[in-house]
């Protein structure tokens, strides 16, 4: 069964960085696309980046030029390096990874999020 961990969210000063970690294990034959999204209280859930299989990126129109999207494929895992935080970057920030698995069967699945917050 395939799994997926974020990590590396936390309390930041604005104009500070944090760099979040999305790992995905178990039998994982291929990977589809690792997918950011974030939450704020009271709004929808907004795209902030994502990353597929041959390495193409695509970020939202609010957090680029300050974030970036990598991948470490050996470790199924991609990173995303937030710079010049923003107040208005404060959410829950959750990560989607689509695949295949080992023995055929593709999977969707997120994590369980984490908690970024910029202060003032």
């Known amino acids: 069964q395939v799994q997926v961990v974020e990590s590396g969210g936390g309390l930041v000063q604005v104009g500070g960085s944090l760099r979040l970690s999305c790992a995905a294990s178990g039998s994982i034959f291929s990977l589809y696309s690792h997918d950011w999204y974030r939450q704020a209280p009271g709004k929808q859930r907004e795209m902030v980046a994502y990353i597929t299989g041959d390495g193409t990126t695509n970020y939202g129109d609010s957090v680029k030029g300050r974030f970036a999207i990598s991948r470490d494929n050996a470790k199924n895992t991609v990173y995303l390096q937030m710079n010049s935080l923003k107040r208005e970057d404060t959410a829950v920030y959750s990560c989607?990874?689509?695949?295949?698995?080992?023995?055929?069967?593709?999977?969707?699945?997120w994590g369980q999020g984490t908690q970024v917050t910029v202060s003032s």
């Open positions: 989607n990874v689509r695949g295949l698995e080992s023995w055929g069967r593709e999977f969707d699945i």
